[in-house]
């Protein structure tokens, strides 16, 4: 069994983490009070800036390419969230269609970019994010290899990036607005802050979040872009609401999604698994969300506000 | 009622010729021609019979999941599992297709209603955690969707699996929806009897929504559900009832794209009607007359995008970009109605001089 831990154990962080900031997008997002199932679009444009970036520079500066996708990652999915603010915050409009047509346009646009640049709709990448062991860390048994030998950078600056999150959101004035913002607005608003602001700056996060996630796939382990990122982020939205808007929760709900995807992934190489249907592995995630979501409806954690237009007039 | 009704067109028109306009543009920046470009887009969608026979069936599930978003919209539910709920009912299809061996006059009613009825089944549970425990149907429909993905994923496989991996065996001739009166009408295109279905589904739903006791009740849980319980309403029931006829039309749709225009069943996809459904219902304002319209329209943008690109260099993604571009400014529309009432305004201030 513990061999089978070791052996998965990397492919699952692989998986969680692109998942993990993804979610934490979706968090800062839906704590503001602006509900983003465009997610999923978001990292569809992250992955594809990361993947036309690093190929660009690659020539100019070979394995160091891979920094600049991820940045042009971050900077494209900002960029691309801010029509979804322009709808949601300034137009009023029903935030579940304006995320839908994001992730339609995202779908789409970047294949059709893709292949005006290299006639297939794929690109692929030379080199992805370096493997690095961790010194010192790496040496200590059980531990070490599990945690700590051959890892992503991405994977450091993810869960340090979760740590960022956390305190902004909790210690931070931002974070204290923010998180009116998403609860009661007219409170907010009555109190001085500048609520659409604040809505801005939330999505334009979640989009940068969300685009660091897709390029995150596409530097560890996919390796090519080809218009799609396999519903993660849908799967990462579940995490959201299964972690009830909170970084630990979300977290661990990562974590546990990651695992029982590989888990299915895995069960074709490892005999011991065999016994679980793969179906049963893989629609675990969404039918746990499911459950989650009828146990908790009494005491959800939902940001009150959240979908609802923020509008000064109305009382 | 009238000038209203007029307005929804206006603006239906104008996010159409926005997004046309958007395409046009991207077209132009990526170094084509636009005018070739929609030239061989629209002849690729309407030059020929054949061709005509295409955007129909193109537009054939487009116009049932269409209807089926735009059913639960009038309930005040966003239907977003149209995928989902079509992938199970080309599920059931594709299985009983593939399985029974009775004549078509008898296995093609079988199949539809089984269709539908699965399709029913999966919006039914969003529906009816929705009207118990409050649980929003935007999530449930998407967690639905990804499990009716994975169920298919390795259903197929296990028990049809064909010449390929990730696909089934071929649909029977004998239990397709395609038959060959039609085919031979429209010189060999993939029309098929869905286009009938879809079409007798636009006007019951129709005759439902707006003459009906039942239709009544739906459109008054959607505009208030308050209201409408405090006027004796069952809200519980009708939110229900809403999605699981929703579901049902998805279902349809799923039959008739799986074992009507494709003759083998594709896993690892999530098929790209119900997210163009949404397109379609919002065109349409929601009207099923409006749903047809748009859908045929949409049928026309994705039949005609391949011709398109084997005439010019466009690639044939630019068929969805344009459709998204639209919803999205249907999305947006608050924009549009804007600059219309200022310009109904105007022309009232200049009048009056």
């Given amino acids: 069994m513990f061999d089978i831990i070791l052996h998965i154990f990397p492919y699952a962080i692989a998986f969680t983490i692109p998942l993990l900031v993804t979610s934490l997008g979706g968090l800062y997002s839906e704590r503001s009070g602006v509900v983003n199932i465009g997610l999923e679009g978001l990292m569809i444009v992250g992955s594809f800036a990361s993947a036309a970036a690093t190929v660009a520079l690659y020539p100019v500066l070979g394995p160091n390419a891979v920094w600049f996708g991820l940045l042009a990652a971050v900077v494209a999915g900002a960029l691309f969230s801010l029509l979804h603010a322009f709808a949601s915050i300034n137009l009023n409009a029903n935030q579940v269609i304006s995320g839908t047509a994001i992730n339609m346009i995202a779908g789409a646009l970047t294949v059709y970019i893709a292949r005006t640049l290299t006639g297939s709709g794929n690109i692929q990448i030379k080199q992805g994010v370096p493997r690095v062991d961790i010194p010192f860390l790496s040496d200590i048994p059980v531990v070490g290899p599990l945690l700590f030998q051959k890892t992503y950078a991405t994977t450091w600056i993810v869960l340090g990036l979760w740590l960022l999150l956390w305190f902004v959101l909790y210690k931070t004035p931002f974070g204290l607005r923010l998180r009116a913002c998403g609860e009661h607005p007219h409170a907010a608003d009555s109190a001085g802050v500048n609520v659409q602001a604040i809505r801005y700056a939330a999505v334009v996060i979640s989009g940068a979040l969300a685009g660091l996630g897709g390029a995150t796939i596409l530097l560890t382990y996919s390796g090519e872009f080809n218009g799609q990122v396999a519903g993660l982020g849908f799967l990462a939205l579940a995490a959201l609401i299964f972690g009830q808007w909170k970084p630990l929760g979300i977290l661990g709900a990562c974590f546990f999604f990651g695992f029982a995807a590989t888990l299915a992934n895995a069960s074709q190489a490892e005999p011991a698994l065999k016994v679980i249907p793969d179906v049963i592995l893989k629609v675990f995630p969404y039918a746990v969300t499911l459950i989650a979501l009828v146990l908790l409806s009494k005491k959800s954690q939902a940001p009150r506000a959240a979908g609802e237009p923020f509008e000064a007039g109305k009382r | ?353």
């Fill in chain 2, 1 to 353: 009622m009238n000038f209203f009704f007029r307005k929804e067109l206006l603006v239906g028109l104008s996010a159409v010729v926005l997004g046309l306009a958007a395409g046009a543009i991207l077209m132009a920046v990526t170094g084509n021609n636009p005018f070739a470009g929609y030239f061989y887009l629209f002849a690729g969608g309407l030059m020929n019979l054949e061709r005509l026979g295409n955007t129909l069936a193109m537009a054939t599930p487009l116009i049932l999941t269409g209807l089926s978003v735009a059913f639960a919209f009038r309930t005040g539910l966003f239907n977003i599992g149209a995928a989902g709920q079509a992938l199970m009912g080309g599920l059931v299809a594709t299985t009983l297709a593939l399985t029974l061996g009775l004549p078509k006059g008898l296995i093609l009613p079988i199949i539809l209603v089984a269709a539908a009825a699965a399709g029913a089944l999966w919006a039914w549970l969003p529906g009816l955690l929705k009207a118990r425990f409050n649980v929003h149907e935007v999530v449930s429909t998407i967690m639905m969707n990804w499990i009716a993905y994975w169920v298919t994923y390795y259903t197929i496989p296990t028990f049809f699996k064909g010449s390929f991996e990730t696909e089934s065996r071929l649909i029977p001739e004998a239990a397709s929806l395609k038959i060959p009166l039609l085919t031979q009408l429209f010189s060999g295109s993939y029309i098929n009897l869905g286009l009938l279905v879809s079409l007798l589904a636009v006007v019951v739903i129709s005759v439902v929504l707006n003459r009906t006791v039942l239709g009544y009740r739906l459109k008054a849980v959607g505009y208030n559900r308050f209201a409408a319980e405090y006027a004796g309403v069952n809200v519980n029931r009708h939110i229900v009832a809403s999605m699981a006829i929703a579901g049902a039309l998805a279902g349809l749709a799923g039959a008739t794209f799986y074992v009507g225009y494709t003759s083998s069943m594709q896993i690892g996809v999530l098929p790209s009607i119900g997210l163009d459904g949404i397109a379609v219902a919002l065109l349409a304002s929601n009207s099923p007359l409006g749903v047809m319209g748009s859908a045929i329209f949409f049928g026309i943008l994705q039949s005609g995008k391949g011709f398109m690109n084997a005439m010019t260099k466009i690639p044939p993604e630019i068929g969805d970009t344009i459709i998204a571009t639209i919803i999205y400014f249907a999305a947006t529309s608050v924009l549009i109605e804007r600059w219309f009432d200022t310009m109904a305004k105007n022309r009232g201030g200049k009048n009056r001089v």
